[in-house]
């Protein structure tokens, strides 16, 4: 770098000659006159020489850089002219002012200037290219072919009228659309299928009609498979694999799995109907992915009381079917099985922390209190989460304070308690946002869950033991249960036995809804242990401003589509959870009512909804649109953000979504 700095310093400048010319002149001049008149002559010829010349120069190149821009203008409208991709020029309103040859050719029409771009391409419209963001592309379809729009602004050349206007190229993509769509139709997707009560209904069927039945499962699940030029292979007797083109999955979809109504409709001798459970496993980059989506699809599935195919692609899910009743497994097995992990649990903890839901109920309570007597059972001192009594279980609540020897912890409490040597048991939920303390589920490193919720997108992962039994009445049956297998001795409270059996009672609404054979063995096994039926009925006594309140709530009720009730519960009322919950109950007392929904407001403006139903409507998928969960018969969603009359304007949009639903299936 500084030889070539140097080397500048030799090379010859006009300029610096005429410098040192003039120098020189003027010390000749000084010392000689006429010779010093003589060189400035001289000078003033060769300034004017060197002027000239730049003159000439500068002119050259002008002329040669005019004749460049000349030939580039015509390079350039020759290459617009003959562009071999589709041009069209429009004014700012659509109009076109001038177009190709090309262009001409893709639209297949002539008659193109002083027309409007959106009626000559219906598919391309000018907001989007005004508001058109800089990772958004604009594709249009024309004569069956796909193009990418690509487009500048550009204004003209003329001085006193420029004014701007819009290039748009169009770039044919029809090849890579279409490998795009066959790449999607190709690619497989992961279906598992799981007869859910197999074992039940060969128990309950002749045995010479056993092998018709199970021939006929096989067949209608090959018949289903060859439909769709699936691969089907039965791994267990009843779980099949399939493997299957994603183009199908749209047919499948649309027709809302028929085959579970297939199966179900099997009569080969079985007393009890047939249902099936099916997890399907799509967009995983690997097969080893989709297999991963499909189970736990298939675990969903189960986990929702079955009867039902669940769709997972990668984030999201899609439900079809469940608008049967979870079929009762009569075995204990897998109570005694999880009533011995737990005990092994407990005995390897320091302690046990219990949370069940916000606003808890009679259900989530009285399992608390059953999971409590579990742990102190094997002398590990339990705590119980709660923030707060609502007067669904204030009466129970008054009871337990006179007892004086329960542990009750806030949240705050219980994030400060928690440690690696804690056990943390949820029950009466499984959806994080639901319980006690959100917070303390990412701070506990061992988690048991026990419910009887049908599941739900969201769940607590995490959990080393899971008990999630949509078929039971409620959680308090569940623990009721795992009571029994937990010790040889049992040694339970009064109160603890009567707050298990409100749990039971609460949620099958005096044992007329949800209620199967386990269940009348869990309260006849909590009726032995101590509970007086007596005492829990006035667990559920309500003072007269309560009950005058259900009264109104029904009296206000409304009828959709005849058979379906609504009312909203008035803000003013305070025991609003309580009121929504029972003013449901009481809608089903009306003849011709299969179904209630109330809403009601609680002090912090959240919009609660409770649904009940008879069983022919499935009040678990209509509030699952808005958010929340919970069983055929027995659901409910909270909601924030909106007023009463958006939540019920949003309650009976999914109830019509789901009777349509119904009726194209």
């Known amino acids: 770098m500084g030889n070539k700095r140097f080397s500048k310093v030799f090379i010859p400048d006009t300029k610096i000659h005429l410098w040192i010319m003039t120098l020189l002149v003027m010390i000749i001049a000084y010392y000689n006159l006429v010779i010093g008149s003589i060189g400035v002559l001289l000078l003033i010829y060769f300034v004017y020489y060197n002027l000239k010349i730049q003159y000439n120069r500068k002119e050259i190149w002008t002329k040669y850089i005019e004749d460049l821009s000349y030939n580039m203008d015509s390079v350039t409208k020759h290459a617009v002219l003959n562009m071999p991709i589709p041009l069209v020029v429009i004014e700012f309103d659509g109009t076109v002012s001038w177009y190709n040859a090309k262009f001409s050719e893709m639209i297949h029409t002539k008659d193109i200037l002083e027309k409007s771009i959106e009626d000559l391409i219906g598919s391309l419209h000018m907001n989007e290219i005004f508001e058109q963001k800089e990772d958004h592309i ?19 050349s003329k001085v006193y009228d420029g004014r701007y206007m819009i290039m748009l190229y169009f770039i044919d993509h029809t090849n890579f659309e279409n490998l795009k769509v066959k790449y999607n139709e190709e690619k497989p997707v992961v279906m598992l299928v799981q007869v859910d009560n197999y074992d039940d209904v060969l128990k309950d069927t002749e045995e010479e009609d056993r092998p018709l039945v199970v021939a006929e499962i096989n067949k209608k699940i090959s018949i289903w498979g060859s439909r769709m030029n699936a691969i089907v292979k039965q791994y267990q007797k009843d779980q099949y694999v399939m493997i299957v083109e994603n183009q199908y999955l749209d047919i499948l979809e649309t027709k809302k799995f028929t085959i579970l109504d297939e199966v179900r409709e099997i009569q080969m001798g079985n007393k009890i109907p047939i249902t099936l459970s099916i997890g399907v496993g799509v967009n995983g980059k690997t097969l080893s992915q989709l297999y991963e989506y499909a189970k736990a699809a298939m675990d969903l599935a189960l986990g929702r009381g079955g009867d039902q195919a669940v769709v997972k692609k990668i984030s999201t899910l899609n439900f079809y079917g469940g608008k049967t009743k979870a079929v009762e497994k009569r075995n204990k097995v897998k109570a005694r099985v999880i009533a011995h992990a737990l005990r092994q649990l407990i005995d390897q903890s320091k302690f046990v922390v219990i949370m069940g839901h916000k606003f808890p109920d009679m259900d989530s309570l009285g399992a608390a209190l059953g999971v409590y007597r579990a742990a102190t059972n094997r002398e590990k001192e339990a705590y119980i989460i709660l923030d707060g009594v ?6 129970l609540w008054d009871h337990i304070k006179e007892q004086g020897n329960y542990h009750f912890i806030t949240s705050e409490e219980a994030m400060s308690k928690m440690s690696e040597e804690a056990l943390l048991v949820v029950v009466d939920t499984h959806k994080p946002s639901f319980t006690q303390c959100p917070e303390i589920l990412n701070k506990g490193q061992r988690i048991v869950l026990i419910d009887h919720h049908r599941r739900g997108s969201e769940f607590i992962d995490q959990a080393v033991l899971t008990y999630l039994e949509p078929y039971a009445s409620s959680t308090c049956e569940l623990v009721s249960e795992i009571l029994q297998y937990m010790d040889e001795k049992i040694n339970i409270e009064k109160i603890e036995a009567e707050a298990l059996l409100a749990g039971i009672s609460v949620d099958t609404k005096n044992f007329s809804f949800k209620t199967g054979v386990r269940t009348f063995e869990a309260a006849s096994w909590l009726r032995r242990v101590g509970a007086d039926t007596t005492n829990v009925r006035q667990l559920f006594q309500d003072d007269l401003k309560t009950f005058v309140a259900i009264a ?13 009730a609504l009312s909203i519960c008035s803000k003013e009322i305070e025991n609003t959870s309580l009121v929504v919950a029972q003013a449901a109950d009481e809608l089903l007392n009306i003849r011709g009512i299969t179904a209630s929904f109330v809403l009601g407001v609680r002090e912090n403006d959240e919009i609660i909804i409770s649904g009940r139903s ?52």
């Open 138 to 156: 604009i594709e249009v379809d024309i004569q069956e072919k796909h193009y990418k729009v690509l487009y500048n602004i550009v204004k003209t």
């Open 614 to 665: 008879l069983g022919d409507i499935s009040v678990q998928l209509i509030l699952e649109k808005l958010g929340g969960g919970g069983h055929l018969t027995v659901a409910g969603t909270q909601l924030m953000g909106i007023t009463v009359e958006e939540a019920t304007a949003m309650l009976e949009k999914a109830i019509e979504e789901y009777l349509e639903e119904g009726e194209e299936s």
């Open 552 to 564: 109104d709530v029904v009296k206000n009720a409304k009828a959709i589509r005849k058979n379906i």
């Open 390 to 395: 609502n007067e669904a279980v204030k009466n």
